[in-house]
């Protein structure tokens, strides 16, 4: 017979319990059935294996002890100690990307953006089958999260110091301690962190409480949990009001901490504030809190930004949201037409031209400076946001155009581009075969990370590698973090294209049509341009006419520059010395 207290915790267990896990489990399958058509239709098979493999890549990332359906069998438990010098438990979470920090800031945004995609094309992972594995990556990220907002004005920004981190290059086993924690609070503040946090924790109660924005778009996965939904609605409450009331005024992070600032400094809170107060606005059925995001887009001159979209500035994605929160309920006193305009003007700006980005000749979104360290990322989030607002666009030519610049995005990352590589590790036998991550890598030689050992131990299934220069190039070396890290932020936006592609798209991924040894014919000599190597700043390298073009150039010019030097001196000379010039 059930006691009292049984029935309590039995009823507790099934109201946060997770989706559970398929068996047998979905594993990535070799590279190679990449390189092989599928038999089309809806769900298509090749879309749900890429959706599949993006999400396995989460748990590759897993931080802490591992549970018993661990899938990959390379991985170890790590990082056990997590929280023992402030004495709580921080174990768990997601290492940031090829290294061994957890950072609060870009994970919120992660799970922020892959929880909005899950809200709008969730039923994307339904179809393919993966819908258990989107909460099971959800829960572990988001339940660490929780731990990490230790009270209600506490939330540690960031475990284990980054110097520390980026001196060791090895394994799971033996990675250096101490791990220090990093907290920002009342007195040392930290708005964006707070406002992002929050944003994360509302946005993801939405898609737990099956909140949908609009019949537009498929609605929610599967994966309704009302008491979850209301666990993490709490926590979202409590940090947007941590972001907003701290005794120690508002700020930015690295302000209180300066150690956060080394890898992921933030150029504002405004944007985080906007976008929390909105989430929150629609989690709660609050007019308010839409007015006081309005009230933000004001007060912080957000409407002036036209830059990217990624975990620093969220503030592309907010007449989006703007737009659909209006769309969808009037009542809030959103005017959605307005939102339109501004939405079209940023959207415009990248498909018709006329904004800070630029196309490469290869086809590639490139923003200077924001796309050197990672040029897949702003091109990706443009195409994920780009098809988020096709319902919404006020003409039939702008849904056209939008849908079709960010299916080039999507392509070009999957394999058409002047490489004819598929950005995603172990999509298609010409995928990256050096991704730079100190754990699939195998080695423990940080100077000779390149050649110990010559090639990657694990294949790092779904994992998007930063992209090529901005000249289309991709070299494909390992120590060149720009071009072949990964990282958790890099995966969020393909995520929701290709949950999108598999409700919609009946024709496979691009990549199915490259058989292997593509990118071998198109690798580029020599080396690359970005922060890791200059060896190859130069640029691509020109023809032998082209350089003797060059060098008649500047011998013309110099030439020229000599003469006119000389009439300088001459002329300075006389008035010197001759009392009538």
Not at 251 to 271: F, L, T
Request: charged content about 15%; some cysteine.
């Amino acid at each position: 017979m059930w006691t009292p207290l049984v029935l309590v915790l039995v009823t507790s267990w099934r109201a946060f319990a997770q989706v559970p896990l398929p068996e047998p489990p979905f594993l990535p399958q070799n590279a190679s059935a990449g390189a092989s058509p599928s038999s089309a239709g809806i769900p298509n098979a090749q879309w749900s294996s890429l959706l599949g493999n993006l999400l396995y890549f989460y748990e590759a990332q897993r931080s802490g002890k591992l549970p018993s359906t661990n899938r990959v069998k390379w991985r170890n438990d790590s990082a056990l100690t997590d929280g023992q010098d402030v004495k709580l438990d921080l174990t768990g979470g997601l290492y940031d990307a090829g290294d061994y920090i957890k950072c609060t800031f870009p994970l919120s945004f992660t799970v922020m953006s892959i929880c909005w995609g899950a809200t709008d094309f969730g039923k994307g992972y339904d179809l393919a089958n993966q819908t258990p594995y989107l909460d099971d990556m959800l829960r572990w990220s988001l339940d660490w999260l929780i731990k990490a907002h230790a009270a209600n004005n506490t939330l540690f920004v960031q475990v284990a110091n980054e110097e520390v981190d980026n001196a060791y290059w090895g394994g799971d086993r033996n990675i250096p301690l101490p791990r220090p924690s990093y907290q920002i609070n009342d007195t040392s503040p930290g708005t964006d962190a707070a406002a992002g946090t929050a944003a994360a924790f509302a946005a993801c109660s939405n898609l737990y409480a099956n909140r949908i924005f609009s019949n537009s778009y498929s609605g929610p996965a599967t994966l309704q949990n009302a008491t979850y939904a209301a666990t993490l609605l709490e926590h979202a409450q409590q940090l947007f009001t941590f972001a907003t009331g701290a005794s120690g005024g508002h700020a930015v992070y690295q302000h209180s901490v300066p150690e956060v600032g080394k890898a992921y400094a933030s150029s504002g809170y405004g944007d985080e504030l906007a976008i929390a107060a909105l989430f929150l606005s629609w989690a709660t059925n609050s007019s308010s809190l839409y007015q006081q995001a309005q009230g933000y887009w004001q007060q912080y001159s957000l409407g002036s930004y036209d830059g990217v979209f990624n975990w620093d500035n969220k503030t592309p994605g907010l007449p989006v949201l703007f737009a659909q929160i209006a769309q969808a309920n009037p009542s809030f006193g959103g005017n959605a037409s307005t939102w339109q305009t501004v939405a079209e003007k940023y959207f415009d700006g990248i498909v018709y031209g006329g904004g800070p980005g630029y196309q490469t000749r290869g086809g590639l979104l490139y923003y200077k400076g924001d796309s050197d360290d990672a040029s897949l990322n702003p091109s990706l989030n443009a195409a994920m946001l780009l098809t988020r607002y096709v319902p919404l666009a006020s003409t039939q030519s702008r849904r056209n155009d939008y849908w079709n610049y960010a299916k080039t995005q999507v392509n070009y990352a999957l394999g058409n581009n002047p490489m004819q590589a598929p950005y995603i590790v172990g999509a298609n036998p010409n995928s990256p075969q050096n991704p730079h991550s100190a754990m699939a890598s195998g080695g423990n030689n940080i100077s000779e990370i390149n050649t110990s050992p010559p090639q990657e131990a694990y294949v790092l299934y779904g994992g998007v590698v930063g992209g090529p220069d901005k000249y289309d190039r991709f070299f494909d070396i390992r120590a060149d973090w720009p071009e072949t890290e990964i990282a958790l932020d890099y995966n969020a936006p393909m995520l929701t294209l290709a949950a999108m592609h598999v409700l919609n798209d009946t024709a496979d991924p691009f990549y199915t049509s490259l058989k292997a040894g593509a990118y071998d014919s198109k690798k580029p000599q020599g080396m690359p341009c970005d922060a890791a190597y200059t060896d190859g700043c130069g640029g691509p390298q020109l023809s032998q006419g082209g350089k003797i073009v060059l060098g008649v150039i500047p011998g013309l010019t110099g030439l020229a520059i000599f003469s006119l030097l000389g009439w300088w001196a001459m002329v300075s000379f006389r008035r010197e010395h001759d009392p009538l010039y």
